[in-house]
Nanobody
Framework: QVQLVESGGGLVQPGGSLRLSCAAS????????MGWFRQTPDKEREFVAA???????????YYSDSVKGRFSISRDRANSAVYLQMNSVKPEDTAVYYC??????????????????WGQGTQVTVSS
């Protein structure tokens, strides 16, 4: 059984920074990638970033256009953790952020259906 637990959300001012963490437990050796998605009450869950977990492309990051250059995803495989460093945040980054893990292929790495395991989410609010 795989469990994902997010932490690090909270209130941050526009232009500020925040770091989200996701700790995985269970059979993490089967992961091909871990990622971050976000969702607001009026929108569907959307892709933020992902990182290849294992294999020849391990460590390769992927980003949505809306966060590229501002957010950075990293992993600590020894501790089964993935992080999302959020810099220069904007009010439109406000959302519940979810950690995800699974075996997506390249065509599904930025899609909800590419992931099997999900955390409970952590709220990020960008406001002055």
């Amino acid at each position: 059984q795989v469990q994902l637990v997010e932490s690090g959300g909270g209130l941050v001012q526009p232009g500020g920074s925040l770091r989200l963490s996701c700790a995985a437990s269970g059979s993490t050796n089967n992961f091909h990638a871990m990622g971050w998605f976000r969702q607001t009450p009026d929108k569907e869950r959307e892709f933020v970033a992902a990182i290849r977990w294992s294999g020849g492309s391990a460590g390769t990051p992927y980003y949505s256009d809306s966060v590229k250059g501002r957010f950075s995803i990293s992993r600590d495989r020894a501790n089964s953790a993935v992080y999302l460093q959020m810099n220069s945040v904007k009010p439109e980054d406000t959302a519940v952020y979810y950690c995800a893990a699974g075996r997506p292929i390249l065509s599904t790495i930025a899609t909800v259906r590419g992931y099997v395991y999900w955390g409970q989410g952590t709220q990020v609010t960008v406001s002055s």
